[in-house]
């Protein structure tokens, strides 16, 4: 199965640019791509929690106004920044057929990609990916699961899996004030475990494997997980009307 490129990418499915009327040469041109690399600028630094579209409209030197001839709204704005970040992720070929290594870090760089931008990883829950990027993501993750050999409908489901696999692992990563996996937070968490063993027992014996493993060892065993998963799970039944 062919990989789609970044440059074929480029071609699919974009909306039509509207003409910035911008004339002095001091500013530079408004573009869906100025506003869209701005918002990613901010998201790193800021996170998705605290973006307004007076911020972006700052950071391109607009009103906010003008930034609804290209983005309908602050959502839709998200979910092509959450598109930008999926179409920036290393994807990895499998060398010499080797296809669950390849997709194991092709999982691992999406994660990591969408953890450098703070929360918006949330923006992939309760969407459809329909996309160029999050496409060109699918058209990879199928493609090693075909050298697999793997059933066509247990690699469409695999892809759903995956996505959400990723977000949740990506938000969890992200830190938040007071929140997280940091190390008073796991020793909080660990004698939380293990106050109660009577009425948790196994809570409470296997406190320290419940609060050890860091957020990587957590990952790549989850990743583990998905990979023996779609070795060993059946395909998915047909729906029921689609036999007759």
Do not use: C
């Not at 009327?21 to 408004?30: F, G, M, N, T």
């Amino acid at each position: 199965m062919p990989i789609v490129s970044t440059a074929t990418i480029g071609r699919v499915s974009s909306p039509t640019e509207p003409v910035s009327r911008r004339s002095r040469p001091a500013k530079a041109p408004l573009s869906r791509r100025a506003i869209l690399d701005a918002t990613m600028a901010l998201i790193r630094e800021h996170g998705v929690e605290s973006l307004t579209l007076r911020d972006v409209a700052a950071a391109v030197e607009t009103g906010p106004a003008s930034l609804y001839a290209y983005f309908d709204n602050r959502d839709v704005l998200l979910e092509w920044a959450l598109d930008a970040a999926y179409a920036d992720v290393a994807l990895v070929d499998a060398a010499d057929g080797d296809w669950r290594r390849a997709l194991a870090g092709t999982i691992a760089n999406t994660i990591d990609t969408l953890a450098s931008y703070p929360g918006l990883a949330t923006v992939a829950f309760g969407t459809i990916p329909r996309r160029p990027g999050a496409l060109r993501l699918a058209e990879h993750e199928l493609a090693l699961m075909d050298l697999g050999g793997l059933a066509s409908d247990t690699a469409a489901l695999a892809v759903d899996v995956i996505s959400q696999f990723v977000a949740a692992t990506a938000v969890e990563g992200t830190p938040r004030p007071g929140v997280g996996r940091s190390d008073r937070g796991r020793q909080e968490a660990k004698a939380a475990y293990g106050a109660d063993p009577e009425l948790f027992p196994r809570v409470a014996r296997l406190a320290d494997a419940l609060t050890g493993p860091d957020e990587r060892a957590r990952r790549d065993f989850g990743i583990q997980v998905i990979l023996s998963g779609l070795a060993t799970t059946p395909s998915p039944p047909s729906p029921v009307g689609l036999d007759a």
